[in-house]
């Protein structure tokens, strides 16, 4: 599943900062398939706090990347929910993984939307100090933290849409959505809020 089955054409809205709007439109994609194939400067884990590995898209990244990935994140110590840490990305295509910790769904009264909303804004802030130029996100915190699917989708747009009117380094987030509910959420959300 490492071809792109779907990506995301620019809407152009015909009102003032067109431009603006369809280049910032133009450097997001949706693309159904497996993270750890991307060939992007940057990935994102939807890792736990522990940094020492787990399940679902961990899982993953960590079979992928090999043992060394381990290695380096076990020094790392952690890393609090909604915050990031960046390792190299070891036998991955990509460059580099960055580490973010989700939060657990508890109901909506936790926190938890800002707190996902700070992982998407860390990631990002994370892959320009970098140097990256294309980074790739699962959809962080909806499989075993249970996040709301429609709702983290919007937080995930809404935050990468922020970001991007702001900066000028990134040229590509890619949402990487593993199967076709998880595809038409993000398809849903990008018309609604970009
Ligand atoms: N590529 C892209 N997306 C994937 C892949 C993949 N290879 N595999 C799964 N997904 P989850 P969370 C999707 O559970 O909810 C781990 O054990 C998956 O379908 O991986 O943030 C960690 O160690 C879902 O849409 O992450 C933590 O303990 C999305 O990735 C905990 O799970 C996120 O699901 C984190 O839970």
């Not at 989700?102 to 109901?107: C, F, K, L, Q, T």
């Not at 909806?142 to 040229?171: C, V």
């Amino acid at each position: 599943m490492d071809c792109c089955c779907f990506v995301v054409t620019a809407q152009v809205d015909s009102a003032v900062g067109e431009k603006e709007v369809g280049d910032m439109k133009k450097r997001v994609s949706i693309v159904e398939g497996d993270i750890t194939k991307q060939k992007v400067d940057a990935i994102v884990n939807a890792a736990n706090n522990s940094l020492l590995g787990g399940g679902g898209v961990d899982g993953a990244i960590h079979r992928a990347a090999g043992s060394e990935l381990l290695e380096e994140t076990r020094q790392m110590g952690g890393c609090p929910t909604g915050e990031a840490r960046v390792s190299k990305g070891y036998r991955l295509p990509a460059r580099w993984v960055i580490h973010t910790a989700g939060p657990i769904w508890a109901g909506g009264h936790k926190n938890e939307d800002n707190l996902l909303a700070g992982c998407y804004r860390n990631c990002l802030k994370m892959a320009v100090e970098h140097g990256a130029k294309t980074i790739a996100f699962p959809s962080i915190s909806t499989g075993a933290y249970r996040f709301p699917l429609e709702r983290a989708t919007e937080i995930a747009m809404g935050e990468t849409g922020k970001f991007l009117e702001n900066d000028n380094i990134l040229k590509k987030v890619v949402f990487v959505c593993f199967g076709e509910r998880v595809l038409k959420a993000y398809q849903d959300a990008f018309e609604k809020i970009l």
